[in-house]
């Protein structure tokens, strides 16, 4: 795959790819594309025309699930036929009718129940509540910190989290989880990039078990339909046309399939697409299951956050939408007249036409009168929606405050957690249900990218393709045929930015110095905050009760004030800590440098004005040869 210089795609595939092959019958009946299935982790069963994509997709699993996620999406009225009003509704959608509008508003000559026609202000309180919840686990401030012995191990796990986008991810797949009970996350490697994906529980089936009892999956498959543009078999034409989209997770691949159609009559093709399939050959399954709730029934889907109210928060979207529509009316009065009968024989028998608005005047004789008919209390409707829908918070454990009154209040942090009560019991539970499905996610990132660390990998795409015999079926491969043969291998690895870290230089001096990332030696481990932080008057509160309580001592060290002061920062304590006392030292240091004595007097040295230059000697005078007088006792 092309890419950076010096970076390796994880997605090469290790060894020789053997296909694309011929389309050719598949045991079982349909169609299939013969290659490797089990370099895949696929077997026949899950691969051929055996496989059978129509009785998991409408499975009444599926149908269960589809229906609970209709009142997320605020769709579980579309299949009524008759709008408030008591008129024919087109079909195929509210907002984009795909057929002809009725030509006028006649009402039926008969009644149409309540439960057949479709509110026109429905509440979706179902899509509120899931909301709340996701934001009470996943919300601003309350995503769980990484956390490891390893330093290089937690900083991994950081970047990995956000490399991926994975708050991102979790936080949809728990709106998904909330709405239908089920939810699952996956992940895979990219061109050296960490890439998450959430996916709806009506769409996921599990086809093989690694461990019932936790819920991890050996084998998955995910199953949707979707209309795109293609060539129709039958005249050749390009038209919108239904697909199947298929993909599967085992404990070899991650396995995406290209899209084949969805043919009644005959079975589909399934053909692997090779360049978007990845075979990691880690030995698990790249596919998180999550259960929102633990399951009541013992199956692999868990509880959503509504449970089993669907018939009252259907009464809800009536009650609703019945007051709405009567406010309506109330703004838009009938008139009554109060006509003699004089009045109505002048007028023929009829009243005639009425004008109504303030530039138009209605005349009647001292008999007669004119009123508009309105509810006399338009709040009965209002009190009755309250009631509903205070009724379902309680029953789902849902607090909703208003936000005026909650502002004006102040309510310090444990005020709030009294308030929040039955919410935070429910955030608890999801809390042990959501957390190690994080965990788990991230500690497979790391022991796969620790695993490709340790592998060679082919340098190139380099593969052969078998040969085939006269049917078109490719044959075995013998001894005597020479294949291609990688020369260069190199390691796997992930791009991604690289850390800080701080060292002392030989000057003592902190600098700064970006380091790649490794994943470590140790698996992390999920801290989680307060749902609310305490606020100053509370904290204040706190530490001047337990310094009365001590006499005045201290209460807290150094190191555990450093620590739940990062953990209101959501900052790691220890490295926190780390700071402080390199902080603390320089401080030392530099105060003991300004305690040095100052080195002891010297004499200052005496000022002497500059030596006049020497004067020169005059010249000396020449003097005469003498004659040497002779010595004794010598002659001439």
């Not at 045991?27 to 089990?38: D, F, N, R, V």
């Amino acid at each position: 795959m092309p890419g950076s210089a010096g970076v390796t795609h994880l997605n090469v595939v290790q060894g020789a790819s053997p296909g694309p092959y011929p389309v050719g019958p598949a045991p079982g009946g349909g169609k299939l594309a013969p290659t490797s299935w089990g370099d895949y982790g696929l077997d026949e069963q899950s691969a051929s025309g055996a496989f059978d994509p129509g009785s998991l997709f409408h499975s009444p699993r599926s149908s269960t699930l589809a229906f609970r996620f209709a009142y997320y999406k605020g769709q579980q009225h579309d299949n009524r036929q008759f709008s408030m009003d008591a008129q024919m509704l087109p079909a195929g959608g509210r907002a984009i009718p795909t057929t002809q509008p009725f030509i006028g508003g006649q009402e039926p000559n008969y009644y149409v129940p309540m439960s057949q026609r479709r509110p026109c202000a429905p509440y979706r309180l179902a899509r509120k509540v899931t909301g709340d919840f996701t934001a009470m686990l996943f919300g601003q401030g309350r995503w769980p910190q990484m956390r490891s012995d390893d330093d290089r191990t937690q900083a991994a796990a950081e970047q990995l989290v956000k490399e991926s986008k994975l708050a991102s991810v979790f936080t949809q797949a728990r709106n998904f989880g909330g709405a239908t009970g089920t939810a699952g996350v996956s992940w895979c490697f990219r061109a050296g990039k960490p890439i998450a994906r959430a996916h709806k529980g009506q769409h996921i089936h599990v086809l093989a078990w690694e461990d019932e009892d936790s819920s991890v999956p050996a084998h998955v498959v995910e199953l949707k339909q979707r209309t795109q543009l293609g060539i129709d078999p039958e005249d050749g034409k390009l038209k919108p046309l239904l697909y199947w989209l298929r993909r599967d997770w085992t404990q070899q691949a991650d396995v995406v399939f290209k899209p084949t159609l969805v043919n009644s009559e005959e079975g589909p093709v399934w053909q692997i697409d090779e360049e978007l399939s990845w075979k990691h050959q880690s030995g698990s399954c790249h596919f998180v299951w999550i259960q929102n709730l633990p399951s009541e029934d013992d199956s692999e889907d868990g509880c959503s956050d509504y449970g089993e109210t669907f018939d009252q928060m259907d009464a809800l979207d009536e009650l609703n939408s019945v007051h709405q529509r009567g406010t309506i009316k109330n703004l838009d009065p009938t008139l009554h007249l109060r006509v003699s009968t004089d009045q109505q024989e002048k007028a023929g028998g009829s009243v005639g036409i009425i004008r109504k608005g303030s530039d138009n005047a209605i005349v009647t004789d001292e008999k007669g009168g004119a009123e508009y008919l309105q509810l006399a209390d338009t709040q009965v409707g209002e009190r009755a929606v309250n009631q509903q829908r205070q009724q379902l918070l309680e029953v789902m454990s849902c607090i909703v405050l208003d936000p005026e009154k909650a502002a004006a209040a102040a309510s310090s942090g444990e005020a709030q957690k009294l308030l929040y009560a039955p919410m935070l019991g429910q955030c608890d539970v999801l809390r042990q249900q959501w957390g190690p499905a994080v965990e788990r996610t991230v500690n497979q990132m790391l022991n796969c990218w620790r695993q490709l660390r340790e592998t060679p990998l082919p340098a190139n795409d380099a593969g052969f393709e078998l040969p085939t015999g006269d049917d078109g079926m490719p044959t075995e491969v013998t001894e005597e045929q020479e294949l291609p043969v990688v020369q260069e291998l190199e390691y796997g690895d992930l791009d991604l930015k690289p850390r800080v870290v701080f060292e002392v230089d030989e000057l003592g001096a902190q600098v700064k110095r970006l380091v790649p990332h490794e994943p470590g030696e140790q698996d992390v481990e999920l801290e989680w905050g307060p749902y609310f932080k305490p606020t100053g008057q509370d904290k204040q509160q706190i530490t001047g009760a337990l310094g009365a309580a001590a006499a005045g001592k201290p209460v807290l060290s150094q190191e555990t004030a450093v620590a739940l002061a990062a953990n209101l920062w959501d900052k790691d304590g220890n490295k926190e800590w780390e700071l402080v006392q390199r902080e603390a030292g320089n401080a030392l240091d530099r105060e003991a440098a300004d305690l040095q004595p100052p080195p002891a007097d010297l004499p200052e040295p005496a000022v002497t004005e500059p030596a006049a230059p020497p004067t020169p000697d005059p010249p000396a005078e020449e003097e005469e040869d003498l004659p040497v007088p002779p010595l004794p006792g010598l002659g001439d």
